[in-house]
């Protein structure tokens, strides 16, 4: 591999597609949640009312395929993370954001948990006796890959690119 | 003329507005796995009780394998960080044997009348993952306290 490119250049490869599935499966949640929190009520509108306006059933296979892809990339650069990123953190002194790394590989495996659930609530979405617990479940996931998206953010601004 | 193109208009938007109304109903299952009450209980037993099994894991340190990174050693169940060989990471072992067990109970629920797993309440499958949030960061307070 050293012969093709140098390490550094190939984990940062490999941050950059844990990042891009990351990218996609932000959008197609946020995309969701707000079809699912506020259902669109009139035809045509805003550029926020078409965010809204998305048929949501259509993201629930996308969203769990994101999220394992992006769980599981990410678990094979954590290897080097806990290394070569979690020590000098640790040594530097900042370990209230070591802290939120360690909220942040809870609540990956808190969401990946969730997937066949919520997988189950939207391929049914006809039934309404799971609207409540499609919502919700949407909400959270949401929520979660966020949170996840802004910690592994500031991660890297931490100590990423070229550190 | 104003008021038959405001008709149409009006007539438009409310075919449209009950289209998207309507567009989280589509259509019902069309995947065998979707429709099967049988996935339907190993999904929702799955999801509701993941959190909660994560968590125990963690608070009773129960990783199916741990992996030192600067050395590759992966070895079953909870192992130190040895002396010169850097750090152990545990997390991939708790998320392990979290996978394993609520796969587990979710074939436990497949198995059992369907009567029986319709006593689950939905709002447990949403309830527990914030319910757990607390205790994940009470159990990071090290990391805020130091």
């Known amino acids: 591999m050293t012969n093709i490119m140098s390490v550094g250049t190939f984990w940062t490869i490999w941050l950059l597609v844990h990042l891009l599935f990351a990218v996609g499966l932000l959008g197609a949640l946020t995309h969701q949640a707000m079809a699912v929190a506020l259902p669109v009520r009139r035809a045509a509108g805003g550029i926020v009312t078409r965010f809204r306006a998305v048929p949501a059933p259509g993201y629930a296979t996308a969203v769990c395929v994101l999220w394992v892809l992006t769980f599981v990339v990410g678990s094979y650069i954590y290897t080097k993370y806990r290394i070569f990123v979690r020590i000098p953190l640790e040594q530097s002194g900042y370990y209230k954001t070591q802290g939120f790394f360690d909220f942040k590989e809870h609540v990956a495996t808190l969401g990946l948990v969730l997937l066949p659930g919520y997988w189950y609530f939207w391929k049914n979405a006809q039934n309404p006796e799971f609207d409540t617990a499609r919502k919700m479940v949407t909400l959270v996931l949401a929520a979660m890959c966020w949170f996840l998206f802004i910690v592994g953010h500031v991660l890297n601004n931490t100590r990423g690119f070229g550190s | ?146």
Do not use: D
């Not at chain 2, 938007?13 to 109903?25: L, S």
């Not at chain 2, 996978?99 to 629920?109: D, K, S, Y």
């Not at chain 2, 949403?126 to 607390?134: A, D, N």
């Open chain 2, 1 to 146: 003329m104003n008021t038959a193109t405001n008709t149409a208009a009006t007539t438009a938007a409310t075919a449209a507005a009950t289209a998207a109304t309507a567009t989280a109903r589509a259509t019902p299952a069309t995947s065998s796995l979707a429709a099967s009450s049988r996935f339907k209980a190993f999904a929702i037993s799955f999801s509701t009780f993941g959190p909660v099994i994560y968590c125990i894991c963690q608070f009773f340190n129960w990783p199916m394998f741990t992996f030192h990174p600067a050395t590759n050693r992966l070895v079953w169940g909870y192992e130190g960080p040895r002396p010169g060989e850097g750090p152990n990471m545990l997390w991939y072992g708790w998320t392990a044997t979290t996978v394993v067990v609520a796969a587990l109970l979710g074939i436990v629920a497949m198995l059992l009348p369907e009567h029986v797993t319709r006593k689950i309440p939905l709002t447990l499958i949403w309830l527990f993952p914030i319910l757990t949030i607390p205790y994940i960061v009470y159990s990071l307070m090290p990391w805020w306290t130091h």
